[in-house]
């Protein structure tokens, strides 16, 4: 597995605990320390270049919640944010960071890895529903309406 898809599951499951973290509590804790506190307790040890990418991930979508989720009930016809399961949504959370604000990744790259997460770890329909929505934002934004 490269090191960039492993890095993105790693944000994934930051991404979810923070997420049932933060909705149980009803408060948004510092997402640094929670994140401090996640390398920490690692099972295994993350190589650097790994844990680097993740944490530009995890912390840009953290830093962007507010504007990527107003993004993400824009384009999700008939879903609340609250209705989609956790896993969905934090891939999008992750995913949608990665196609406004890290040009350098291609969009379908983007894509595609977030469509594998959904297969992956979503249910058997997260791949097609992460890819639908993906898909409308490229869009949009190789329009310039984001």
């Known amino acids: 597995m490269g090191i960039r898809r492993r890095a993105r599951e790693l944000a994934l499951q930051f991404l979810y605990q923070y997420d049932a973290m933060t909705e149980s509590s009803g408060e948004s804790s510092c997402p640094e320390a929670e994140l401090s506190l996640f390398w920490e307790r690692s099972d295994t040890p993350v190589p650097e270049d790994m844990k680097e990418f993740s944490t530009v991930l995890i912390l840009g979508a953290c ?52 469509v594998e997460l959904g297969k992956r770890f979503g249910t058997e329909e997260s791949g097609s529903f992460i890819n639908g929505i993906l898909d409308k934002i490229r869009i949009a934004r190789d329009k310039g309406e984001l």
């Open 63 to 114: 830093k962007n919640l507010t504007h990527i989720d107003d993004i993400i009930v824009r384009f999700s016809e008939h879903w609340r944010l609250s209705r989609m399961p956790k896993i969905d949504r934090n891939i999008l959370r992750l995913s949608i960071y990665e196609l406004i604000y890290l040009s350098s990744i291609p969009a379908a790259v983007t894509i595609n890895e977030a």
